[in-house]
């Protein structure tokens, strides 16, 4: 083994780059992972372009990962070289009190893999031993590159306290709105509406099972809501977009006491009719993240077989990389998800 590695790292404002660098060294509650498949995330190409305060260059960004142990520090248990794993890339303190009440997902003293230490857009990455999950039969390591943008739309829809989700309506097909279209399935929802400007995410929306998907740019989406819900509106509306229109757009097409859940981030505000929310008794309900069960529940449902990741998740080698996440960041790109995969040694 080399004692150096490729990366792609973030240098600077509007530049990323392959380069050369040391290998981690695993501390002594830490374990050395050599990557498989890192997914490139659609928040840090967000951050990218936005040239966000939150990740700020020079970073190693990739939280989406999956790899093999090469090494353990002296402290870890239990814990073999040679096993395949996936790394819940959110490290909450443990100790605060809304970690103690298991809402780890948004302990403030929380720190992520890929922003507030290096990521896997390289070839290894040292992680605190209590992120690895090792994978299950059934799970391989491309697919577990999905674990982490899964454990987001679980958490979206097990924080949803409608126990009858009869019509639920997702606005927006990227990868957290198709992933919640397909958890959503999983957990009992009969009738699922689309909606999402893309001829091909549209396409990929109803071969993944949508009944209805919805050209946001050109057909009126509240009349297509009206007829789909036979008048009666949506009992759960995931915005997977994050917008002021799209966020208004899932409390708009509610059914009387339905929930709408807001897990995009790209916009800071919204704009909303309380005077609705509070006569039809309509929950907004935000979704950050996920916890721990969050992540194992999105680990079994993939390997149990209720997630479809093919025709909408783009392998692309490693050392394309570069040109992967610029061409996704111009917005040219008619990828959904691209999957980085790594040559290994
Ligand atoms: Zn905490």
């Known amino acids: 083994m080399s004692n150096t590695m490729r990366a792609m790292i973030y240098t600077a404002p509007g530049n990323i780059e392959l380069l050369e660098l040391p290998q981690p060294r ?38 989406e990962f999956s790899g093999t142990v090469v090494a353990v520090g002296e402290r870890v ?4 070289v040679d096993a395949k794993v996936v790394i819940n890339p959110l490290i909450p303190c443990g100790d605060c009190h809304l970690c103690r009440m298991g809402r780890t997902n948004v302990c403030p003293n929380r720190q992520l893999l890929s922003m507030h230490r290096p990521g896997a857009y390289a070839e290894y990455v040292s992680v605190p ?21 899964l454990a987001n739309a679980v958490h979206a829809m097990r924080i949803v306290s409608n126990p009858v989700m009869h019509n639920v309506a997702i606005i927006g097909a990227g990868t957290i709105g198709l992933l919640c279209m397909q958890v ?5 929802a009969a ?21 209805q998907t919805v050209d946001s740019s050109r057909e009126d989406l509240f009349a297509a809501g009206a007829t789909f819900t036979y008048g009666c509106g949506f009992d759960v509306c995931i915005d997977a977009v994050g917008r002021a229109t799209t966020r208004k757009q899932a409390v708009q097409l509610l059914a009387p006491v339905g929930t709408a859940v807001w897990i ?9 009719n309380a005077m609705d929310v509070v006569t039809n008794e309509f ?10 069960a969050d992540f194992r529940k999105a680990i079994q449902l993939l390997a149990d077989g209720y997630i479809v990741t093919d025709g909408w998740v783009t392998e692309v080698p490693f050392t394309d990389g570069v040109e992967a ?18 040559d290994g040694k």
């Open 264 to 272: 995009g981030l790209h916009e800071r505000d919204a704009e909303i």
């Open 26 to 63: 695993p501390e002594c509650d830490e374990v050395l992972i050599r990557v498989a498949y890192v997914g490139i995330c659609g928040s840090e190409i967000e951050a990218f372009v936005s040239n966000s305060p939150r990740r700020r260059p020079p970073l190693i960004m990739g939280r």
């Open 191 to 211: 009738r699922i509406l689309v909606s999402e400007p893309s001829a091909h995410r549209r396409e990929v929306a109803r071969k993944l099972g949508a009944n």
């Open 77 to 80: 248990a239990g814990i073999n």
């Open 283 to 292: 929950r907004i309900q935000g979704s950050y993240a996920y916890t721990d």
């Open 325 to 342: 996440f610029l061409e996704l960041a111009s917005g040219e790109s008619g990828r959904v998800k691209v999957v980085l995969q790594f």
């Open 129 to 149: 031993a209590r992120a690895i999950y090792e994978l299950p039969s059934g799970l391989d390591l491309k697919r577990a590159a999905l674990v982490e943008p």
């Open 184 to 188: 959503a399935r999983s957990m009992g």
